[in-house]
Structure formats: C-alpha cells, structure tokens
C-alpha cells in the first residue's frame, strides 16, 4: 500500500510558475514509474510527466516548460511548472505503479487565469 500526499497548487497568472510536490508514504524504488497526470474540466485524464529509472516519459503540450525531479531517498516526486497557460488549469494528480498496483493522490487544483 502506498499513500501519496500532493501540495503546491493554487492560482497563478499566464507566464508564471508554481511548483507541485508528492510525497509518498514509504520508499519506492526507482524502477518503478512515479509521476504526475492531470485532469482539465470536462476532460479525462492525462499524463504529464513521469519517470522511471532515469527515463522521463512526458506529453508534447508540457515540453520544455514542466521539469520533474524525482528524490528516492526522500521518497518525494517534485514537478515545477514555468511558463503556464491557461489550457494548464486542471487538477494534477501524483501517481505511482507499485508491485502490480495504481496509486493515486488526492490531487491539487492548478488555475491559470489573468
């Protein structure tokens, strides 16, 4: 079983930042993907970015301006976010495949408007 905990969300102008934060609740090794998705409104949801090992593994819509980071020793999935648009609003999700398993986050709302 594995619990993963987001924060870093909120509301932020065209052409900002923020920077999404996952921490799981025991250690996962790098072997396993660990990532995040998204889910704009009225949309399904959609992978962002996710790593595995040393490979990253992210959408064309996000390239360029999201970077991951991954701490396996701090058991911590990072996800920063720089020059966002508004079609970036939705709610990101931290996600992890563990021993057969999906695991999801409780997600945190990501609003880019002027």
């Known amino acids: 079983q594995v619990q993963l905990w987001e924060s870093g969300g909120g509301l932020v102008q065209p052409g900002g930042s923020l920077r999404l934060s996952c921490t799981a609740s025991r250690t996962i090794g790098s072997s396993y993907p660990v990532g995040w998705y998204r889910q704009p409104p009225g949309k399904g949801r959609e992978l962002v970015a996710i790593?595995?090992?040393?490979?990253?593994n992210s959408a064309n819509s996000v390239k360029g301006r999201f970077t991951i980071s991954r701490d396996n020793a701090k058991s911590t999935v990072d996800l920063q976010l720089d020059n966002l648009k508004p079609e970036d609003t939705a709610i990101y999700y931290c996600?992890?495949?563990?021993?057969?398993?999906?695991?999801w986050g409780q997600g945190t709302q990501v609003t880019v408007s002027s």
């Open positions: 790593v595995t090992g040393d490979n990253i």
């Open positions: 996600y992890s495949h563990f021993q057969n398993r999906d695991f």
